[in-house]
């Protein structure tokens, strides 16, 4: 095999590429990864199996498939690691991720986040998982950490995810709402099933809780390319 290539969960986005390429619709890219080294004969380490194993139950929520990010292939790479006890393993691995008692706002949203290049400048989607929206937005320095993170990466739209450990999901456009054009925020709003958050957020924010749980990342990113690449 070679050694480069594209391994995409998002959709075909009609990249060049010279090497290995796959395209499928996955809930965790640790599944694809997982699929070409069972179909290149690579022999797995136990603890390479379980580097791999931890962010497909993570990814798929457990592998459960009534969330809407869990799909027959992550089944069937998670079942080819020959991990034991699955329950046991997601709840370790998402106790970690939720441990964000000692990260500032700045820490989290570095943490993880998925970033392209459109027409209006540099967009970013910061994926924010433990706290419900109301501990977020208490956060100290809430503010002057976001400021500083959308100086720091040269940020022109800042699109915050958050989702709390109970699940409960929220969208926040932090900064470049003048480019979120009333279409947009239409179809998120109908895809995403927002509702305007009623507590306290900064004046400058666009805040919305979300209803549509089976709508993660992966469903945001596309959505906003399409708008902001016009």
């Avoid at 927002?194 to 666009?206: F, M, R």
């Amino acid at each position: 095999r070679p050694s480069s290539g594209i391994n995409a969960e998002y959709g075909d986005e009609k990249k060049q590429c010279t090497g290995y390429r796959r395209v499928e619709r996955v809930g965790s890219c640790a599944t694809l990864v997982t699929a070409l080294f069972q179909s290149s004969n690579v022999e797995l380490s136990e603890e390479m199996r379980l580097f791999l194993a931890a962010p497909i139950v993570l990814d798929t929520v457990n592998l459960d498939v009534s969330k809407g990010r869990c799909f027959q292939l992550d089944i069937d790479m998670f079942k080819f690691l020959s991990v034991k006890d699955k329950d046991s393993l997601f709840k370790k691995v998402e106790k970690a991720k939720t441990n964000i008692a000692n990260l500032s706002v700045y820490d989290l949203l570095r943490k993880d986040y998925k970033t392209f290049s459109s027409t209006v400048g540099h967009i970013y989607i910061a994926s924010i998982f433990g706290p419900s929206i109301d501990e977020f937005l208490r956060m100290n320095e809430l503010q002057a950490d976001t400021d500083r993170f959308i100086r720091d990466y040269k940020v022109d739209v800042l699109v915050i995810m958050v989702r709390s450990d109970k699940f409960d999901l929220a969208l926040i456009v932090a900064h470049g709402c003048e480019y979120m054009k009333n279409d947009c925020l239409a179809d998120l709003t109908a895809k995403l099933q927002l509702t305007k958050y009623t507590g306290d957020s900064p004046d400058n924010w666009l805040v919305f809780n979300q209803l549509n749980v089976k709508c993660s990342r992966k469903v945001v990113l596309p959505l906003l390319k399409s708008w902001l690449e016009i």
